[in-house]
Every structure is written in C-alpha cells, then in structure tokens.
C-alpha cells in the first residue's frame, strides 16, 4: 500500500502549467453569447415503455449552429412537486443508452436528460468542417477554434441545461451534471461555462493537461490526434493552441459547484495524472474517487454505491 500512497500523493500535489491563451475568456463569452441568441426550438413527444411508473419521452432540441440533438427525457410519473434532475453525457464513441439504465435515479424522484452528442447515437452534426481528414470527431476542424468538434459540443451541452430551465416541472436550482470519459469532460466544460449546475460528477474525464495527456495514454481519441500530428508535423503548434481553449487546465478555475472526480491509477486512456492536474485547480467543494487497480471503467459496484451517496447527500 505505500506505494500507492506514495503516488497518490504525489498526484496530489501536481500543478499543471496553463496554455490559456490571452483571448481564451473572450473565446468563450462570444460562443456562449451566439449560443444564447439560437432558438432551441425543442419539441417532446412520448414513447411507450414497458415500465409505467416512467414518463419516457423522446427530446429534440436544436444544438450549437442549429444542429439536431437527441435526448431521453425521463421523468417520474405522476410527480407532484418539482424534480432535481441529472444531466447524463456518454464516453466517446457511445451513446445515450438504454431507458432502464437511469432506472436507479428514477426511483429516488430525480428527472433524467440522457443525451447524444453530437454525431453519436442518433444525434447529427451539420456543422462545416474545413479540416476533417481522419474521420474521427476529435480532429474534426482542428485547425481553428472556431470550428472545432468540442466547441460544438460544450455549447451543445449548455444548450441541454438552457432546455431544462424551460421545463415547469424541473428545479433549476438542483440541476447536477454527470459523464464518464468524454462525458466527464462535457461535464467538467458544462459546470466551468455555466454557474446553473448544483453539482458535477467527471469520471475519469477526458480533455485534462492535453500536452501531458498526449504523452501518457497509450489508447483514446488522443491517439487519433497523435496520428494526425505524426502526418503533419508542421501543424503541431496550431493543433496545440486549438486544443488550449478545450483543456479543463484552462478552464477549472471557473468551476463553482461542488466537483466529484474519479479516476483509475491504470487508466491509459485518460490517465489520472492529467486529471488530479485539473482538480488540484479547482477552488469550488471538491472530492476524488482513486481506485489503484482500475483502468477506464468505473463501473464497479462500489463506486456506483458512492456515487449514488454522494448524489443523494448534495443534490
């Protein structure tokens, strides 16, 4: 077990140092500005599901440029106050998932928002990419921060909380945001961009020290942009000063809400150094789930136990 101390530790006690560039804040307050003044122009229609102590609903609103987003929309039948909710993003490659997956959050009174980013699952993507040569979302226009894949996709996400304050039947005070691997990443860019979430849960998020993250995983999206690089070796200090505005090193200072992390001591895909980099920054109620043993799975029976604690004591 020292040894684990010791590298725990040691993780603890790590800085990253900042790429922020000096337009980062003003990069950002026009995105959420031109995201602000797009309809959402949500509709909602019911879907028939086995389980009828469930309202399952089907959402689509209109994302960042007007691209369609799809949505589980899920709420406890026959509610009678205002419902905290969770915001649900998924891991790279994936999707929202089942319906009976978020069965565990229903049967305490939360409402549920389980989205697909976009080009996942059966969400679109109509933006313009001028820069789309490995056909893989992470280098998509990689080469200008204003068309950037993640751009899309952190506005995207604000836009699923800007959805959920319209909804009468949701608090908006009690909103928590939660995502594993790219969704901890959306989560961690949703709770830093927006100060509506109560809480956050980032499990082993992607997206942290992104130069320091290129050199320690050994599998992931990163990848893909190591082989982009590899090809164009010229275009490196460009794709570094895209990604500067997407790295949650630049970003977690404006984190507000109460933060959950978890990570794996043998995660080679998001390894836990560049995440503890990011948590070290955060100022807002913090907390870190370290499981030695795990690799890029938190889907042990403990750690869902902790989460529905830590769930049910702040939201």
């Known amino acids: 077990m020292e040894h684990i101390q010791r590298t725990v530790e040691h993780l603890k006690t790590y800085i990253p140092t900042s790429t922020k560039r000096s337009d980062h804040k003003a990069f950002w307050d026009k995105s959420l500005l031109e995201s602000s003044r797009q309809p959402l122009s949500a509709t909602i229609s019911e879907r028939e599901y086995p389980i009828k102590q469930v309202k399952v609903q089907r959402v689509i609103y209109q994302g960042f440029g007007g691209t369609p987003i799809h949505a589980h929309y899920l709420l406890p039948r026959n509610a009678e106050e205002k419902l905290p909710c969770l915001l649900f993003f998924?891991?790279?490659?994936g999707?929202?998932?089942?319906?009976?997956?978020?069965?565990?959050?229903?049967?305490?009174?939360?409402?549920?928002?389980?989205?697909?980013?976009?080009?996942?699952?059966?969400?679109?993507?109509?933006?313009?990419?001028?820069?789309?040569?490995?056909?893989?979302?992470?280098?998509?226009?990689?080469?200008?921060?204003?068309?950037?894949?993640?751009?899309?996709?952190?506005?995207?996400?604000?836009?699923?909380?800007?959805f959920l304050c319209?909804?009468?039947?949701?608090?908006?005070?009690?909103?928590?945001?939660?995502?594993?691997?790219?969704?901890?990443?959306?989560?961690?860019?949703?709770?830093?961009?927006?100060?509506?979430p109560k809480l956050a849960v980032a499990d082993m998020p992607n997206m942290c020290d992104i130069p320091l993250a290129m050199e320690q995983k050994f599998?992931?999206?990163?990848?893909?942009?190591?082989?982009?690089?590899?090809?164009?070796?010229?275009?490196?200090?460009?794709?570094?000063?895209?990604?500067?505005?997407?790295?949650?090193?630049?970003?977690?200072?404006?984190?507000?809400?109460?933060?959950?992390?978890?990570?794996g001591l043998r995660d080679i895909i998001c390894p836990p150094q560049p995440s503890y980099g990011v948590y070290n920054l955060i100022h807002a109620p913090k907390s870190m789930e370290v499981y030695p043993?795990?690799?890029?799975?938190?889907?042990?029976?403990?750690?869902?136990?902790?989460?529905?604690?830590?769930?049910a004591a702040y939201l």
């Open 219 to 263: 599998e992931g999206s990163l990848t893909i942009v190591e082989n982009f690089l590899r090809q164009n070796p010229q275009l490196t200090e460009q794709v570094y000063e895209t990604l500067s505005y997407f790295d949650h090193v630049n970003l977690a200072e404006q984190i507000t809400c109460r933060t959950r992390f978890a990570v």
């Open 95 to 162: 999707n929202k998932g089942s319906v009976a997956q978020y069965m565990q959050w229903l049967i305490q009174g939360y409402a549920v928002l389980a989205v697909d980013s976009r080009g996942h699952g059966e969400s679109g993507d109509a933006a313009l990419y001028s820069s789309e040569v490995t056909g893989s979302w992470v280098t998509k226009g990689i080469l200008d921060k204003n068309e950037y894949y993640y751009r899309n996709v952190y506005m995207d996400a604000v836009r699923a909380i800007d």
């Open 90 to 93: 998924h891991g790279y490659g």
């Open 166 to 196: 319209t909804r009468k039947e949701i608090d908006a005070e009690r909103i928590g945001v939660i995502g594993g691997s790219m969704g901890g990443g959306i989560t961690l860019a949703v709770a830093a961009l927006d100060d509506r």
């Open 293 to 311: 043993f795990s690799g890029h799975d938190m889907s042990m029976n403990s750690h869902t136990d902790k989460t529905l604690e830590f769930i």
